[in-house]
């Protein structure tokens, strides 16, 4: 299957990286090169992209569709690891930085990789396939108790405790195997709330599975260090639990003097990074929304980095 993956935002992401000819931007999420594609064709021989993405599919693919293009560097890798990975490329300082947090259409579309619950697969939703733990290992060995706590808190499922105790049941008969037999239980555990039980019962084993949220906050802290003056961070999101990390974070390295407005000078200490671009997120237009309905739910939050004298 071809790896497929419409851009979200793209014109909006763009505009915000602000990007200049002989700059180094980074992807650092770059699946099937959607945004990156037209990110390298605004860059001169000097300028530089660099990607990065944890699915070796996304890899192969990206380095396929940009083939003709020299001046990229591809890394397998997380996007939470970020520094890391530019420090081994000798790399200091970037101007702009994107991360796409959702899941490519790819990886929803692909049978085998077991993220949808409209098609019949064995339970993976790995994004890393050489990782060992994937989703099938967590709904047969994961306590009840473990369960109800990433179904509560990154799917905000309030069935949480039903489903977890009829996997539980489910599974001292037999192993729970496929995404069709995991389906069939939040069926039967919460047959009035279906549809949306099964969106957020998916997302959280996605989000336990990858370790979406664990890390995110240090990524994003290192990606904004890591940006020249000026440099901007832009950031998509398609849910509230990641949308609120990449919020907070932005306004705690924004810096706000909490001093008295009567005070002559500041004298809290509170120091800044840069500022918030988009004192509201950025969400895709209408006709976006229309043409690729998985785009509904998604956000994008810009924030541009300012280095002090």
């Not at 990110?39 to 192969?60: F, H, K, M, T, Y």
């Not at 496929?178 to 989000?207: C, G, H, M, Y």
């Not at 932005?250 to 500022?275: H, L, M, W």
Request: hydrophobic residues 35%; aromatic residues 8%.
């Amino acid at each position: 299957m071809e790896f497929k993956h419409e851009p979200i935002m793209l014109k909006e992401c763009l505009e915000n990286l602000n990007i200049k000819p002989n700059g180094i931007y980074v992807d650092g999420t770059i699946g099937g090169a959607g945004h990156s594609s037209r990110i390298v064709e605004r860059l001169n021989p000097s300028g530089r992209l660099i990607g990065i993405d944890r699915d070796q599919d996304a890899l192969a693919a990206s380095k396929k569709r940009l083939e003709k293009y020299s001046n990229v560097t591809y890394v397998w890798g997380n996007h939470e690891n970020i520094r890391a990975h530019l420090d081994s490329l000798d790399v200091k300082l970037v101007d702009g930085i994107l991360l796409d947090l959702g899941v490519s259409s790819y990886q929803i579309d692909e049978p085998e990789r077991g993220f949808s619950y409209t098609k019949d697969a064995r339970l993976d939703m790995r994004m890393n396939r050489e990782q060992d733990i994937d989703a099938e290992y967590i709904v047969n060995n994961y306590t009840k108790e473990e369960l109800e706590k990433i179904f509560f808190e990154y799917g905000e499922e309030k069935f949480s405790k039903k489903i977890a105790s009829k996997i539980i049941s489910v599974r001292e008969k037999k192993k729970i195997e496929t995404t069709f037999e995991l389906a069939d239980i939040i069926r039967e555990a919460v047959p009035k709330n279906t549809v949306d039980s099964f969106k957020r019962i998916f997302q959280a084993l996605r989000i336990e599975v990858n370790g979406e949220l664990k890390d995110l906050k240090k990524a994003i802290e290192d990606a904004i260090l890591s940006l020249n003056d000026g440099g901007r961070l832009c950031i998509i999101t398609f849910h509230s639990l990641e949308d609120r990390i990449v919020k907070n974070t932005f306004i705690e390295y924004e810096g706000r003097c909490t001093c008295p407005k009567d005070f002559p000078k500041c004298v809290c200490g509170y120091k800044s990074y840069g500022k918030i671009i988009t004192k509201k997120p950025i969400v895709p237009s209408e006709e976006e929304m229309i043409r690729n309905p998985r785009s509904k739910s998604a956000k994008l939050r810009v924030f541009e980095r300012k280095i002090e004298a």
